[in-house]
């Protein structure tokens, strides 16, 4: 393991190309470019807004920044996974044609999804400021330490299922309905207090759940974060990392192969 990540180490040259490559080619060609980076979550959070404010009603004080500070992360993670599913068949060709650890394909793919998140966070600090809320910096120093472990998460899962959709493409489309799921299990559009006494565990066990909880309480409640929520993320994340890890390096053998 430690010399897998060696390998990959000496490869960074190689992910930063690749970052690089995939921040460019994203909005390639298109009129308004990376100004997409911000307009996709933002109409995400004004469709929200709209039906759980509107027409179910979440009794959440200023709803609409409760909920962009909780989609800036989510779209990250849902696009890692997502789009971490079809990395390695996206470069078959590179696979099939050059050595190098096959780990850096989803490493680069993650990377560039994560500046993104960096830059969508301009929203949430913009949405934070004209509420009138401001900042506790005191909670602030703890951003970062939260956004490393959603990056952790979101990496070991795209290990995982990149790994695996060589093998099983189906698992491509199922990940689309699990994300779709996936968003309404995590209290982005409500908080705890909504989530009946006897599944608030199932929904803690989420992984994405004490990670959305944490930025909560940094940028909308001004906290510091809970003990407990900081350490299960912590917890969550290293484990699935780890975990991703491993299986992407038992299943990456046979790649060429497969494609």
Known sequence: MIQRIRN???????????VRRELRGRYK????????????????????????????????????LYLIIGMMPWTFFNTSVQGGSTCIRAQSDMV???????????????????????????????????????????????????IIFE???????AFIVSAITVYFRDLEQIMGVVMM??????????NMDYVPEQYRKLVVLNPMTPIVEVYHQILYYRIIPTTNYLLLAF?????????GFVI????????????
Do not use: H
């Open 235 to 243: 917890i969550e994340s290293i484990i699935v990392l780890i975990l």
């Open 151 to 157: 990056y952790m998460l979101a990496l070991g899962i």
């Open 181 to 190: 799921a996936w968003i309404y299990v995590t209290p982005i559009m409500y």
């Open 8 to 18: 990959i180490y000496a490869y960074k040259d190689m992910i930063y190309s690749l």
């Open 29 to 64: 060609g298109s009129v308004l470019g990376f100004l997409w980076t911000y307009i996709n979550p933002l109409c995400q959070v004004i469709v929200y807004s709209m039906v759980f404010s509107v027409i179910f009603r979440v009794n959440i004080d200023k709803f609409y």
């Open 248 to 259: 992407f390096a038992k299943m990456d053998r046979n790649f060429a192969e497969e494609m």
């Open 96 to 146: 099939k044609k050059i050595y190098f650890p096959r780990e850096v394909i989803p490493i680069s793919y993650v990377t560039s999804a994560f500046v993104n998140m960096l830059l969508s966070f301009i929203i949430v600090f913009f949405a934070v400021l004209i509420s009138g809320y401001w900042f506790n910096f005191k909670a602030l120093i703890f951003l970062p330490l939260i």
